[in-house]
T-cell receptor
Framework: NAGVMQNPRHLVRRRGQEARLRCSPMKGHSHVYWYRQLPEEGLKFMVYLQKENIIDESGMPKERFSAEFPKEGPSILRIQQVVRGDSAAYFC?????????????FGPGTRLTVL | KQEVTQIPAALSVPEGENLVLNCSFTDSAIYNLQWFRQDPGKGLTSLLL?????REQTSGRLNASLDKSSGRSTLYIAASQPGDSATYLCAAPGNAGNMLTFGGGTRLMVKP
């Protein structure tokens, strides 16, 4: 049973370009979470999705950032018009259930560098 | 709003020593707490998940305890090895029980 998969592992973009980060949850998991780890800072929650639905996006910046988890295919975190401050490691996690007893499993992360 | 704090931020010990990492959280109405390990430039590896009904959880040389009433969890590492060198993170669920709130981590260095 493969773990959470993320690609690309490293992504370099110039300011103003778009970044698309992909996450495939573990088999049997229908809940996906995105977290961001800025340099020298802790991990911060961004968004929680179930298939075709955004459940909680309270941690996601209101502009330029969007996330989706379509019925088929991976979850996508999209950052439009990237700026240097977007440089960070973006981690995806998945869980089988939601709520009080869920255990989240993390992917290896995508390290975004904005030049 | 859940807040998680880890002390110390960094720790350096000689090989073979037993050590304790501390984690405190402000909202004690949690149902579980997770401990993770993160190696430099890598992802997170789940070490232990303690349910609120449990007081302890053990895996090999690792033992995690949870005291909801005091808002504290500890990770005990026995007979530390250089391979244990990493950042250790604890995470507690937020109010909705879905998102995790992470502590700042303890950066552990075990010297041969």
């Amino acid at each position: 049973n493969a773990g959470v998969m993320q690609n690309p592992r490293h992504l370099v973009r110039r300011r103003g370009q778009e970044a698309r980060l992909r996450c495939s949850p573990m088999k049997g998991h229908s809940h996906v979470y995105w977290y961001r780890q800025l340099p020298e800072e802790g991990l911060k929650f961004m968004v929680y999705l179930q298939k075709e639905n955004i459940i909680d996006e309270s941690g996601m910046p209101k502009e330029r950032f969007s996330a989706e988890f379509p019925k088929e295919g991976p979850s996508i975190l999209r950052i439009q018009q990237v700026v240097r401050g977007d440089s960070a490691a973006y981690f995806c996690a998945s869980s089988r259930t939601s709520g009080m007893y869920n255990e989240q499993f993390f992917g290896p992360g995508t390290r975004l560098t904005v030049l | 709003k859940q807040e998680v704090t880890q002390i110390p931020a960094a720790l350096s010990v000689p090989e073979g020593e037993n050590l304790v990492l501390n984690c405190s959280f402000t909202d004690s109405a949690i149902y579980n707490l997770q401990w993770f390990r993160q190696d430099p430039g890598k992802g997170l590896t789940s070490l232990l998940l303690i349910q609120s009904s449990q007081r302890e959880q053990t895996s090999g040389r690792l033992n995690a305890s949870l005291d909801k009433s005091s808002g504290r969890s500890t990770l005990y590492i026995a007979a530390s090895q250089p391979g244990d060198s990493a950042t250790y993170l604890c995470a507690a669920p937020g109010n909705a029980g879905n998102m995790l709130t992470f502590g700042g981590g303890t950066r552990l260095m075990v010297k041969p």
